[in-house]
């Protein structure tokens, strides 16, 4: 019998997973894989996704206008050239599927977020990654990589999942060595919690052409990875080209309302900027003083790589930390399989962590 058939290069497309979430016969689990907010989402969010309930059987705003204005109103930006997703996966798997297709190129850094070259395959290009410069994107290797065929650019910035960023005046360099025709994408998930001076989401990049676009979420520090909420900054007309290929309402209206009350409530992400600012540094501290090897991260986790020492390795934490039921991320891959990374957490779980990794790296 013959099957239906998928387009060409759709089963050479390794599914994405997601950390675990659950370890068997352990009922308190501590996760730590995902990246999600330590401190769950705004009160005001959980209330005003609670008061949809009697509303569930009305379609949702298609155009996201309440939600637009208020982010363009929090961020200083255009709402007419927001467009908002189901989480910032889906408007990056729609420009891949607007702008990419069979015979063109969509360029990445080395260990920059797996959905990249999914989204690419998805759409029939083909996936190029450019090496990195201790773990951090490298300007010149991504500009050595362009071809004829480049159509995308995909920059995580901060990346997923090394944590390191490249300063705005870098990434403005890049945008001048490309192409007019090619088009830069910024994944800016984890703006909101860098701190640095020389880092910008790229905003200006977006003004000040038709051909970069910024990308953002709900799931990080706003901490509603549940609900599937993203949005986009684009010139005029990209915007127009993702409001014509994106489904008619694809941002549920729990969703639209509790990203619109999270957005609202300053003192929360306050809070939530605060504790970060407080664990990073202080997670990275306690693991250097055990003599693992970090990079410098400056989103909501850190990258901690391991000694290939028997009973030392990444495995071996992986499989202790699962002991004490603590779920970290295993980074094999990304390339980096003497690594895991470990979001940060509320406090008692940071201190978990931390009394787990002294134990396992005891002699």
């Not at 013959?2 to 997601?18: F, H, N, S, W």
């Not at 919690?193 to 706003?222: C, H, M, Q, W």
């Not at 290929?245 to 729990?254: E, T, W």
């Not at 603590?326 to 690594?339: E, F, N, S, T, V």
Request: hydrophobic share 45%; glycine share 8%.
């Amino acid at each position: 019998m013959t099957l239906p058939q998928p387009r060409p290069g759709i089963m050479d497309i390794a599914p994405y997973i997601g950390g675990e979430s659950k370890i068997p016969g352990v009922e308190r689990v501590i996760k730590l894989a995902s990246n999600e907010g330590a401190l769950g989402p705004s009160p005001r969010a959980v209330l005003a996704y609670r008061a949809m309930a009697e509303d569930l059987h009305r379609y949702p705003d298609g155009a996201c206008a309440d939600l637009r204005a208020a982010l363009g109103a929090r961020w200083g930006l255009d709402p007419a050239r927001i467009v908002c997703g189901a989480g910032s996966d889906e408007l990056l798997g729609l420009l891949c599927r607007a702008y990419a297709g069979p015979g063109d190129e969509v360029l990445y850094s080395q260990h920059g977020f797996l959905m990249y070259p999914i989204a690419a395959k998805t759409a029939g290009a083909t996936p190029v990654t450019a090496p990195e410069k201790n773990l951090t994107m490298d300007i010149d290797a991504m500009l050595a990589k362009v071809t004829e065929r480049t159509k995308i650019v995909f920059v995580a910035n901060p990346n997923n999942p090394t944590g390191t960023y490249v300063p705005i005046d870098e990434i403005k360099r890049l945008r001048a060595g490309l192409p007019q025709h090619v088009l830069l994408v910024i994944d800016a998930a984890y703006a909101e919690f860098v701190s640095r001076n020389d880092y910008a989401p790229g905003n200006d990049l977006v003004e000040a052409g038709s051909n970069t676009v910024v990308t953002r979420t709900f799931s990080k520090i706003y901490a509603l990875g549940a609900v599937r909420l993203g949005w986009a900054y684009c010139p005029a007309n990209v915007a127009d080209v993702l409001n014509r290929v994106r489904n008619p309402f694809n941002v549920p209206a729990p969703a639209q309302v509790a990203g619109l009350a999270a957005l609202k409530d300053d003192s929360f992400f306050a809070l939530a900027k605060a504790h970060n600012d407080m664990w990073l540094p202080w997670l990275s501290d306690q693991l250097k003083a055990l003599g693992l090897e970090l990079t410098d991260s400056v989103g909501n986790f850190v990258l901690v790589r391991f000694p290939k020492t028997s009973g030392k390795d990444a495995d071996q934490a992986d499989k202790f930390l699962t002991s004490k039921g603590i779920i970290a991320r295993k980074m094999g891959g990304y390339g980096l399989p003497d690594a895991l990374r470990i979001t940060i957490g509320r406090d008692d779980e940071m201190k978990a962590v931390v009394a787990a990794m002294t134990e396992f790296m005891q002699p």
